[in-house]
């Protein structure tokens, strides 16, 4: 298990579980949003899940825990969500300056919240599986490769 560590944004705090490549090289980004209650083992199980292969290719894995506010549905917990990015990428470079958001079960939900609220910070959306209740709320993601 990677220990969870807390950033304290202008936004809140958020807790995460990262794992990075130990060289100081660019390399691809994976934001991981955890299936509900997106709590700290869920963070942990889901970074447990993609560890393997993610670390295989080279990736840096950033796997949030949902503030008190709520799932990274809700705009008051995912504002916290680009400090992060900016954070991690201080210490692992990420390749192209954009990330891959992958989104489970409530993560999946999410995902697509996060990445209609900031489609400038990632190259693709994987959803396993996901929902919306605004079809509308998707036109951000016009230009994004999403696999849903």
């Known amino acids: 298990m990677n220990a969870l560590r807390q950033l304290d944004t202008p936004d809140g705090p958020v807790l995460y579980a990262v794992v ?3 060289d100081s090289s660019s390399h691809p ?9 997106q709590s700290p083992a869920m963070a942990q199980e889901g970074l447990a899940l993609w560890r393997a ?3 295989a290719d080279g990736f840096v894995v950033v796997c949030p825990v949902a503030p008190m506010e709520g799932l ?8 916290r969500l680009p400090h ?5 990428a201080t210490s692992s470079p ?17 995902a697509l ?3 209609a609220a900031y489609p400038e910070r990632f190259h693709s959306v994987t959803v396993i599986p996901g929902a919306v209740t605004d079809p509308e709320m998707l036109a951000p993601l016009v230009d994004l490769p999403v696999t849903w």
């Open 53 to 55: 292969a993610m670390v």
């Open 113 to 115: 919240a996060v990445a």
């Open 72 to 79: 990274f549905t809700s705009a008051v917990a995912h504002a």
């Open 84 to 88: 992060l990015l900016d954070h991690v």
């Open 20 to 22: 990075q490549p130990e």
């Open 94 to 110: 990420i390749r192209g300056g954009r990330w891959s958001l992958l989104g489970i079960c409530d993560g999946g939900r999410s």
């Open 29 to 37: 980004g994976l934001l991981l949003l955890p299936a509900a209650p």
